[in-house]
């Protein structure tokens, strides 16, 4: 019987030193790692404020950050990567609130906790809306004003 479960040296010298490894499988193209500060997939490190969301299908993981930015790792045996790549994403934010600003539609305003603990929000438009519209964005940080003060942030 196995009473620890120690992480593999491949893995540990993969992760940053500060990091602390939740969970990894590894797939065809390399590890993937999900430590308490970030989800490592090859050799790219995204820090879970940065991850949007994560997909998973037959071939394996699909991750989006919140640029928009789009990644793959073949996973044919997951293991417990796809209940932490949700459980650290959700962790990560700390106001998730929808505001309508028109007629036309709202924005959707984020509040991410990176790992120095400090906050990052983003505006999330309605597709039918235009985030370079300077009324737009106006009316989207007055609503963040607002937002932070009701929320004491």
Excluded: C
């Amino acid at each position: 019987m196995k009473l620890f479960n120690r992480v593999p040296a491949k893995v540990r010298t993969v992760v940053a030193p500060t990091d602390r490894v939740l969970t990894y499988a590894e797939g065809p193209d390399g590890y993937v790692i999900a430590t308490d500060r970030a989800l490592y997939l090859g050799g790219t490190r995204l820090p879970w404020f940065q991850v949007d969301r994560g997909v998973w299908d037959e071939k394996g993981l699909t991750v989006v950050t919140t640029a928009g930015e789009s990644y793959h790792a073949l996973l044919p045996e997951p293991g417990r990567i796809p209940e932490a790549v949700r459980e650290r994403v959700t962790a990560s934010i700390v106001v998730n609130q929808y505001v309508p600003l028109d007629v036309r539609g709202g924005v959707r305003l984020v509040a991410r906790k990176t790992d120095d603990d400090r906050m990052i929000w983003e505006f999330v438009f309605d597709a039918e809306l235009d985030p370079a519209d300077p009324g737009l964005r106006a009316l989207a940080e007055q609503a963040l004003e607002e937002t932070r003060r009701s929320f004491g942030i």
